[in-house]
């Protein structure tokens, strides 16, 4: 008769090295994509050739919504394994349940208005200035997490959102930073004119905007459990109405004057590619990453967009400016770090 230490063991090394394979592939793939997100979004929109007119931001917006819905309907068809299953799942969750797409219409609109607005605030801020006054977005989330959601935060996390309120300040006081112009009138590229207090506005009323989607999603998701493709799709209809909407009623005319890819290079199409599929991406590996790699993450990538803003863009940070980001990253640690089970 086998006992139990005759029976196959299962490889507690393997499985401890697999989960730790995929927790720094999740590290990586964080760090990537809101580093290259924010440094290229930026380099996309203040440097052209001579001669090259600037990409329209709604048209970008438009097409990572189209590129992301028809992505998750792929990855839905892969999850249902069947043709059938597929188009069953469709009709039940797109026709038969339309009214919960209706529910998706506030987050997706404001979804919509966040991502217009990173154009906005990535072509008037630096893009080490933009990542940290993002930040904004983590007090912005646990306000209305307490006002939407019922939720209770601690006091240590009070003092970290208020750590993120001080480092902020100083990151967007006046003179906190130098950027140098282009070193001769030769140069290939042409930087365009930046206002940084629309920048400002732009990326607080993102932070806003995002926090209460995000809160409001998490809202509708906790009443049943349907596949993350099923969602994001039932997100991306009205999105792509929005989207839509607001490319036609603001750049209307240059569009029907210049077309939908005046100013588009091959630049262009890896933002918009970015943008729509970084998200998705995040969404997948984050589950596999705890808060405190999250947060790691975001500081690494704030130190990796500094380092490249300095070559690439001529930015130096103030003594100040370097303050205020230590402190933001401080905050992100703080309030991503487990409770005390008392």
């Given at each position: 008769?086998?006992?139990?230490?005759?029976?196959?063991?299962?490889?507690?090394?393997?499985?401890?090295?697999?989960?730790?394979?995929?927790?720094?592939?999740?590290?990586?793939?964080l760090?990537?994509?809101?580093?290259?997100?924010?440094?290229?979004?930026?380099?996309?929109?203040?440097?052209?050739?001579?001669?090259?007119?600037?990409?329209?931001?709604?048209?970008?917006?438009?097409?990572?919504?189209?590129?992301?819905?028809?992505?998750?309907?792929?990855?839905?068809?892969?999850?249902?394994?069947?043709?059938?299953?597929f188009?069953?799942?469709?009709?039940?969750?797109?026709?038969?349940?339309?009214?919960?797409?209706?529910?998706?219409?506030?987050?997706?609109?404001l979804?919509?208005?966040?991502?217009?607005?990173?154009?906005?605030?990535l072509?008037?801020?630096?893009?080490t200035?933009?990542?940290?006054?993002?930040?904004?977005?983590?007090?912005?989330?646990?306000?209305?997490?307490?006002?939407?959601?019922?939720?209770?935060?601690?006091?240590?996390?009070?003092?970290?959102?208020?750590?993120?309120?001080?480092?902020?300040?100083?990151?967007?006081?006046?003179?906190?930073?130098?950027?140098?112009?282009?070193a001769?009138?030769?140069?290939?590229?042409?930087?365009?004119?930046?206002?940084?207090?629309?920048?400002?506005?732009?990326?607080i009323?993102?932070?806003?905007?995002?926090?209460?989607?995000?809160?409001?999603?998490?809202?509708?998701?906790?009443?049943?459990?349907?596949?993350?493709?099923?969602?994001?799709?039932?997100l991306?209809?009205?999105?792509?109405?929005?989207?839509?909407?607001a490319?036609?009623?603001?750049?209307?005319?240059a569009i029907?004057t210049?077309?939908?890819f005046?100013?588009?290079?091959?630049l262009?199409?890896?933002?918009?590619?970015?943008?729509?599929?970084?998200?998705?991406?995040?969404?997948?590996?984050?589950?596999?990453?705890?808060?405190?790699?999250?947060?790691?993450?975001?500081?690494?990538?704030?130190?990796?967009?500094?380092?490249?803003s300095?070559?690439?863009?001529?930015?130096?940070?103030?003594?100040?400016?370097?303050?205020?980001a230590?402190?933001?990253?401080?905050?992100?640690?703080?309030?991503?770090?487990?409770?005390?089970?008392?």
């Amino acid at each position: 008769m086998k006992t139990a230490l005759d029976l196959p063991q299962p490889n507690t090394t393997k499985t401890k090295s697999d989960e730790k394979f995929r927790k720094y592939l999740s590290l990586c793939t964080l760090v990537v994509q809101n580093s290259s997100l924010v440094l290229l979004l930026r380099y996309s929109r203040i440097m052209q050739q001579p001669g090259q007119p600037l990409y329209i931001a709604s048209t970008a917006v438009f097409f990572a919504e189209i590129i992301k819905f028809f992505v998750c309907f792929y990855f839905l068809y892969r999850e249902s394994g069947k043709w059938s299953i597929f188009m069953s799942t469709v009709n039940e969750e797109f026709v038969e349940n339309f009214s919960d797409i209706y529910k998706m219409v506030i987050p997706s609109g404001l979804y919509a208005i966040q991502n217009n607005l990173l154009f906005v605030a990535l072509s008037n801020l630096e893009a080490t200035t933009f990542q940290i006054t993002y930040q904004m977005k983590i007090l912005t989330t646990a306000l209305f997490s307490v006002v939407l959601l019922g939720k209770r935060l601690s006091r240590g996390k009070w003092v970290s959102l208020i750590l993120l309120m001080i480092g902020v300040i100083l990151v967007q006081l006046p003179a906190s930073t130098k950027v140098a112009t282009p070193a001769t009138d030769e140069d290939t590229n042409l930087m365009t004119a930046q206002t940084p207090l629309i920048g400002l506005i732009a990326v607080i009323t993102a932070c806003l905007s995002s926090g209460f989607a995000g809160c409001y999603f998490e809202k509708m998701l906790k009443r049943n459990a349907t596949s993350m493709w099923v969602r994001n799709i039932q997100l991306g209809i009205p999105g792509t109405l929005f989207s839509l909407i607001a490319m036609l009623f603001n750049d209307g005319m240059a569009i029907s004057t210049d077309g939908f890819f005046q100013g588009y290079d091959f630049l262009t199409w890896i933002v918009v590619l970015n943008q729509a599929l970084g998200g998705l991406l995040v969404a997948v590996v984050v589950k596999y990453a705890d808060n405190i790699l999250k947060g790691f993450a975001t500081s690494l990538s704030i130190i990796i967009s500094s380092v490249v803003s300095f070559y690439l863009f001529n930015f130096y940070p103030s003594p100040q400016f370097a303050l205020g980001a230590l402190i933001v990253i401080t905050s992100t640690f703080l309030y991503g770090r487990p409770e005390r089970v008392q």
